[in-house]
Every structure is written in structure tokens, then in C-alpha cells.
């Protein structure tokens, strides 16, 4: 079975190699933010495999990885959490994106519309807590209190899929939160 093919991203890539993998219509490229030797923000895209059809094969854009800040925090410290998706992502409209961290207590994680992660493909969630435990993400879907919609850059799949499985949390790991 070929490493690359139209409809999942390519396996020889895994954990935070694969984050910034997203297919588009020409193919599955790379997309990361940096900051140049100026200080100016700087948007790179490295074509990995060119390959047409990817955006008329693949499902919405989905929920594909999750990872965490720190593994270690302690009580009252903000920790970031952020989740990948499957593809490029526009985001428009108003209000927060919540998921659920649970662990001695649920805490719920906020994510901004306006805020994105470091890729077009990555939604950061901030929580605190300051009850000490282990905390992890768990099978939910993301709720929406506002306005927000999440459509794929790639046109032909609009709807992006807040599902997390519990596959995906389970392989982010734990926080463990002490004084």
C-alpha cells in the first residue's frame, strides 16, 4: 500500500511531523508560521507530494490531533491545548469554541474565533485550574457559543467536524496539575 494516497494523509509522517500536513487541491503540503531573521511573521507552504483531486476525495475537515503545552503545570497556570485538523481551515464569525478537560474537576477550554494556532489548520484552547490532578481530553464534540464557522480552505467539503474520538484525546496524554 502506497504511503500517499487521495484520501488520508501520508503515513510515514506521525505525531508532531504530521500537524501541519493538510491536503489541498494540489496536493499535501506542509504549513507552518515562522518569524524571520527581522522579526516579520512569515507563512510557508512546502508542497510534500503534488497530487490532484485530494479536496474533492477527502471528508470535512476533521479532528486529526491534539497535544498539549506542558505535561506538567501548576494550579492556576494557563495551559495551551491546541487541536489539528485535517485540513486548512477559514474561520469567521464570533464567539468561543469550548471543549472539556477533565480530570479532579472538568475544566472547559476556550478558543477564540479570531485566535489561531500556528497553522491555518489549528484551533488553541486556554484552561486553568487550581484543583491538582491529572487531566486529559476525553470523547466530546467542541461546542459553539457563538457565531463561529469552521470551513475548509480546499472549497468542496464546507463544514468542519468538531467530533473529538476518544483515540485522538486519549494520544494527546495527561496534564498532571500540582500546587
Given at each position: 500500500?502506497s504511503?500517499?494516497?487521495?484520501?488520508?494523509?501520508?503515513?510515514?509522517?506521525t505525531?508532531?511531523?504530521?500537524?501541519n500536513?493538510?491536503g489541498?487541491s494540489?496536493?499535501?503540503v506542509?504549513?507552518t508560521?515562522?518569524t524571520?531573521?527581522?522579526?516579520?511573521?512569515?507563512?510557508?507552504?512546502?508542497?510534500?507530494v503534488?497530487?490532484?483531486g485530494?479536496?474533492a476525495?477527502t471528508a470535512?475537515?476533521?479532528?486529526?490531533?491534539?497535544?498539549?503545552?506542558?505535561?506538567?503545570s501548576?494550579?492556576?497556570t494557563?495551559?495551551?491545548?491546541?487541536?489539528?485538523?485535517s485540513?486548512?481551515?477559514?474561520?469567521?464569525?464570533t464567539?468561543?469554541?469550548k471543549?472539556n478537560i477533565?480530570?479532579?474537576?472538568?475544566?472547559v477550554?476556550?478558543?477564540d474565533a479570531?485566535?489561531?494556532?500556528?497553522?491555518?489548520n489549528?484551533?488553541?484552547?486556554?484552561?486553568k485550574?487550581s484543583?491538582?490532578?491529572?487531566?486529559?481530553?476525553?470523547?466530546?464534540?467542541?461546542?459553539?457559543?457563538?457565531?463561529?464557522t469552521?470551513t475548509?480552505?480546499n472549497?468542496a467539503?464546507p463544514?468542519?467536524?468538531l467530533?473529538?474520538?476518544?483515540?485522538?484525546g486519549?494520544?494527546?496524554?495527561?496534564?498532571k496539575?500540582?500546587a
Amino acid at each position: 500500500m502506497s504511503l500517499w494516497n487521495k484520501s488520508s494523509p501520508p503515513k510515514n509522517f506521525t505525531g508532531p511531523n504530521k500537524r501541519n500536513i493538510v491536503g489541498t487541491s494540489g496536493g499535501w503540503v506542509r504549513q507552518t508560521k515562522y518569524t524571520d531573521q527581522n522579526g516579520h511573521s512569515r507563512n510557508k507552504t512546502e508542497i510534500l507530494v503534488g497530487m490532484g483531486g485530494i479536496a474533492a476525495t477527502t471528508a470535512n475537515p476533521a479532528i486529526v490531533d491534539i497535544f498539549h503545552s506542558t505535561n506538567l503545570s501548576h494550579a492556576n497556570t494557563v495551559i495551551s491545548t491546541t487541536v489539528t485538523f485535517s485540513e486548512p481551515l477559514t474561520i469567521t464569525g464570533t464567539g468561543k469554541l469550548k471543549i472539556n478537560i477533565t480530570g479532579a474537576n472538568t475544566v472547559v477550554a476556550t478558543a477564540d474565533a479570531a485566535v489561531v494556532g500556528s497553522a491555518v489548520n489549528e484551533l488553541v484552547f486556554k484552561w486553568k485550574t487550581s484543583v491538582t490532578g491529572d487531566y486529559q481530553v476525553g470523547a466530546q464534540t467542541a461546542s459553539n457559543t457563538g457565531a463561529v464557522t469552521l470551513t475548509s480552505q480546499n472549497g468542496a467539503h464546507p463544514a468542519a467536524s468538531l467530533v473529538i474520538s476518544a483515540g485522538v484525546g486519549s494520544a494527546a496524554g495527561k496534564v498532571k496539575v500540582i500546587a
